[in-house]
């Protein structure tokens, strides 16, 4: 937004000219409409501030195409699947899988562990950051900074990881990318196109990242998981999202995660 409209007077603000810009940015449609609403905010508090008259947004009158729709539909994994994927991966890929599906993190949340954030002792880990293109970030919300319970099985796997990797210091990024000698983890896109390769050998034609925390909430689900349990496991703040019902007790919540973890570690 910076480099484009950094000089450009709130007042001056056009519908049309910020539609086309819009339009020509090579980004996806819900990034766009992002920005659009990033604009819009900024127009109301300078008629909040009393920087411009008070009246409508122009900003308002913006159409992004697509930025309210799903453009694709979730794909949640079968346990077979996701076996038949992890038998097409090579590490750390196959390992980063499994501790994205079995804890349910986003993307952003996986890359941007550290080994400092497990707790060996204790069977946890914390979630605290996030890495989004190669930039460290706080986790998408405050409900999603949290500590959270490993299975034991799922611990031997990072412990195994562990014992492979090159990069195993306590500040060293737990899937740290050899090409950038351990400064920064592996990119988002390499990740994305190792698991989207699997898929394909697979046989299934497209799949994301943030699928497999779809699959997560979906194998809660599969597992009667009551719904406080898998708020609480999701780490969502909003209640509309998973319906709250209070905070659960840590046991629950550990239990529910060993049967994720059986379903994704023992084939069936």
């Not at 000219?17 to 508090?45: D, M």
């Not at 930025?67 to 991966?89: Q, W």
């Not at 983890?185 to 994301?208: D, E, H, M, N, W």
Request: hydrophobic share 40%.
């Amino acid at each position: 937004m910076l480099p484009h409209w950094g000089e450009t007077p709130v007042v001056d603000l056009q519908p049309r000219a910020i539609q086309l810009w819009l339009e020509s940015l090579p980004l996806a449609s819900k990034t766009r409409g992002h920005i659009k609403g990033l604009l819009g905010c900024l127009v109301n508090y300078a008629m909040w501030a009393g920087m411009i008259p008070v009246g409508n947004n122009p900003i308002a009158l913006v159409r992004v195409k697509g930025a309210s729709k799903r453009t694709r539909k979730r794909h949640n994994l079968s346990v077979e699947e996701f076996h038949k994927m992890l038998s097409h991966l090579d590490e750390p890929s196959r390992t980063m899988m499994q501790i994205q599906l079995c804890l349910g993190l986003r993307v952003s949340e996986l890359l941007a562990l550290r080994w400092k954030d497990v707790d060996w002792m204790g069977a946890t880990v914390n979630v605290e950051r996030g890495m989004v293109m190669q930039h460290l970030d706080s986790v998408k919300t405050e409900g999603s900074s949290k500590i959270i319970e490993i299975d034991a099985e799922l611990l031997r796997v990072l412990q195994a990881w562990k014992q492979l990797t090159e990069f195993d210091g306590p500040e060293d990024w737990i899937f740290a990318s050899p090409v950038q000698l351990g400064r920064l983890p592996i990119s988002y896109t390499a990740y994305k196109t190792a698991l989207q390769a699997a898929a394909v050998a697979t046989g299934i034609s497209r799949i994301g990242t943030h699928d497999l925390r779809h699959t997560y909430r979906s194998w809660l689900g599969a597992e009667k998981t009551d719904l406080a349990v898998q708020k609480a496991l999701m780490r969502h703040t909003d209640v509309r999202t998973t319906l709250s019902y209070g905070e659960t007790a840590s046991d629950e919540m550990r239990a529910a995660n060993s049967k994720i973890a059986r379903r994704a570690l023992i084939p069936e």
